[in-house]
């Protein structure tokens, strides 16, 4: 679920966020300064245009605004979680010897 305090919080790295970023500031520029020159095109092309120049810009914007998914747990912790613990003696936490 989104929420405003997942911008801070992101998981993904600098090089997606600075990527989106360039995509977004070189996108916006693109759609206007397509959408005040669709004079030679006709009615179907420069909606066609603009809408995939618009389509573009948004897929920015959706990444830099989207929480990522919380990255899966590293593989040692599920280990450490299973494994058994065991005292100096060799007899693990359930009374078992080992």
Do not use: E
């Not at 966020?17 to 959408?35: I, Q, T």
């Not at 959706?62 to 979680?81: E, H, I, K, Q, Y």
Request: overall charge positive; glycine content about 8%.
């Amino acid at each position: 679920m989104w929420s405003p305090s997942a911008l801070s919080s992101r998981s993904y790295g600098p090089l997606v966020v600075a990527a989106a970023a360039a995509w977004f500031a070189y996108g916006v520029p693109h759609v206007v300064y397509h959408s005040r020159h669709t004079a030679a095109l006709d009615g179907v092309d420069a909606a066609a245009l603009l809408t995939a120049l618009t389509f573009s810009a948004a897929l920015a914007l959706f990444v830099l605004v989207l929480p990522s998914p919380r990255p899966p747990p590293p593989v040692w912790t599920d280990l450490v979680a299973r494994a058994p613990l065991r005292s100096k003696q060799g007899v693990d936490a359930g009374g078992g010897r080992r």
